[in-house]
């Protein structure tokens, strides 16, 4: 397991003005995405081969991390001096790195044969050296990722890593000139039409639902930060009360409440964080501040505006009698021992969801590690022979880049859960069952977007029924968009899979994932209730119905009479249009065509909340 990385950035520019900098923290985020638990250290130091090296060493040597990544200094200027003196800090290169970078970055472009980087080992740390620009540090990195963790747990003498490694490469090998149980050349003969019924959404969260409720792999023990966004597995009670101290709710002076009005001798002052000890006497007041603690005996808090001072020293830096003005009642103005928060009384219920105010308060009441619900592990997959890397920087001739794993990627993150990136598969029937072995070997659920409506080339739902022997619990949802949307589940390895096929047009696989993978997460790891929450919306403008019930993208305004929200359907609503999904914060639930075929302006709908609701004005 990879537990720390530290990524260095070698530039003087960036030394004189760090926020020029952006391969280190653009080189972090992608690292993270492959390693979300891990401990980052982040540097940025000047081409100068001493300091370089001495930063290698100390975080080789001193804090022990598990991976350094270096990125600028790679190439032939004067200044660019980083593989030299990483070369001189290493125990033993790893020329087969280098040579994969080279070979890879060379398909990018030409300018890969002037990089000179060095990957090496020095004590338990595995180094890389990466080139300066953002796009290039990433590029390598996604080269080697692959084998990171595996070398790391080598290095490390991981065995029980390395064991499992070896494992899973046994298991999800397939031989590339395999032959798929599916045959893709009697063409002429291929359904014209889906042998899938069409189910309602009703049905087909029902079907997911229960598919879905049998997943659980336990618990997980973390920090409080570390939990943000996380659901709470157990009660947490409070194992201290809070406050543990009568404290003064307002600055003015601590008093005996039987004493009444009238005049008081003023002790010294108490402010937040002095513990006094002494208990107070008869005729005798204690000047306090907001949340200090009362000296013991006081019993009531009397603020500054209901006193009058009677003498004090003779520089005014002391008070020596107070008049007590109004006359005080018992625990006036006192927050008394656990007031806010009693011994034993629960913090945060199980099924919660730990936000930042949660988190304050269980930071607050000493609490440091929290169990919460395990998270299935989630794999992304597109297929297509058409797509090609966003990163690519010539676009090949009828190809599109790969817009759907970024934003499911991303989406997903929005609502508080990772994936691992499993590429693009071709649609080819032996390439994709490889692809598909190797996601369901590194995760619980793959979503998958395209090949699942009614081309030739859309193989995925034979290639999962013939190859893994799975069960297709449904193949067509009456729904737009998201039509061929198909959920499925498979056995491998003793372990059931999850899949939710998605279409391939960004929008319907921005709305599927929504309605289908995200509610199966929330119902997975513990949250309640998992359905996404409604609110009364009414429709700026006429729309025409569908035949299918529909969830338009729309943005919300605020109304000037009767307080619903005026919803606004962002543009073109074709399937293929992103940008129709762009600053949408709902999901407008529009009914299928009937007797009426056009919905008015004013009617109102209800709409799902999937997003940061932001209303404007």
Not at 285 to 312: F, M, Y
Request: charge should be negative.
């Amino acid at each position: 397991m990879v537990e720390s990385v530290a990524i260095i950035t070698i530039s003087d520019t960036c030394v004189r003005e760090p926020n020029k900098d952006t391969s280190g923290p653009a080189l972090q985020n992608t690292v993270q995405e492959l390693y979300p638990k891990a401990i980052f250290l982040t540097d940025i130091i000047p081409d100068e081969k001493g300091v370089i090296q001495e930063n290698i060493i100390y975080y080789a040597d001193e804090m022990n991390i598990d991976l350094i990544l270096t990125t600028g200094g790679t190439g032939l200027s004067k200044r660019d001096v980083t593989p030299e003196a990483t070369r001189e800090v290493i125990d033993r290169d790893i020329p087969g790195i280098n040579i994969a970078i080279a070979v890879e970055s060379l398909k990018i472009t030409p300018m890969a044969m002037i990089s000179r980087a060095v990957a090496g080992v020095r004590k338990n740390t595995l180094i890389l050296n990466f080139p300066g620009s953002k796009k290039a540090a990433i590029e390598c990195f996604n080269i080697v990722k692959p084998i990171l963790s595996h070398a790391i747990a080598l290095i490390k003498g991981d065995a029980k890593e390395v064991t499992l490694t070896h494992q899973s490469i046994q298991k999800s090998h397939i031989c590339p000139h395999e032959e798929s149980n599916v045959d893709i050349t009697k063409v002429a003969f291929r359904p014209r039409e889906s042998p899938y019924p069409m189910i309602s959404m009703t049905e087909a969260f029902s079907i997911a639902d229960d598919a879905i409720k049998s997943w659980f792999r336990g618990f997980d023990v973390v920090g409080v930060e570390e939990g943000l966004g996380r659901i709470i597995a157990k009660d947490v009670t409070a194992e201290e009360p809070f406050p543990p101290f009568p404290a003064s709710i307002k600055d003015g002076y601590a008093c005996l409440s039987e004493d009444g009005a009238g005049p008081r001798t003023v002790r010294a002052a108490v402010t937040a964080g002095d513990a006094p000890e002494t208990p107070l006497r008869p005729r005798e007041c204690a000047r306090v501040n907001t949340g200090a603690a009362i000296p013991p005996g006081a019993d009531c808090v009397v603020q500054v505006e209901d006193t009058k001072l009677l003498s004090a020293s003779e520089d005014g830096k002391t008070e020596l009698m107070v008049d007590i003005i109004v006359p005080p009642t018992l625990q006036q103005d006192v927050r008394t021992v656990g007031s806010d928060i009693p011994l034993g009384a629960v913090l945060a219920h199980r099924g919660a969801i730990l936000d930042a105010a949660l988190a304050g308060v269980l930071a607050g009441a000493g609490v440091l590690k929290i169990e919460v619900f395990k998270r299935p592990r989630v794999a992304l997959l597109s297929t297509g022979n058409e797509l090609q890397e966003p990163y690519e920087p010539k676009l090949k001739p009828s190809h599109i880049r790969d817009s759907n794993r970024t934003m499911l990627r991303l989406l997903l993150r929005e609502h508080g859960y990772e994936s691992i990136d499993c590429g693009i598969a071709r649609d080819e029937p032996a390439e994709l069952g490889a692809a598909l072995r190797k996601a369901f070997a590194a995760s619980d659920i793959v979503v998958c977007t395209g090949g699942v409506s009614m081309g030739e080339r859309d193989l995925l739902k034979p290639v999962l029924l013939q190859d893994f022997g799975a069960t297709l619990h449904f193949g067509r949802v009456k729904m737009k968009p998201g039509k061929p949307t198909t959920f499925a589940t498979c056995t491998l390895d003793g372990e059931m899979k999850y899949i939710f096929a998605l279409p391939g047009n960004p929008v319907s696989a921005y709305v599927c994932c929504l309605l289908f993978v995200v509610r199966a997460l929330r119902l997975a790891t513990g949250l309640r209730p998992y359905e996404w929450p409604r609110l009364r919306v009414r429709l700026a403008h006429d729309y025409t119905l569908d035949p299918r019930p529909e969830y338009a993208r729309a943005t919300l305004h605020l109304a000037s009479d009767d307080g619903i929200p005026v919803a606004t359907l962002i543009g073109n609503q074709r399937s293929s249009r992103l940008l129709s999904a762009c600053g949408a914060t709902v999901l407008v639930e529009l009914p299928p065509a009937g007797e009426t075929k056009r919905i008015e302006a004013g009617s109102i709908l209800t709409a799902l909340i999937t997003g940061r609701l932001n209303c404007s004005d």
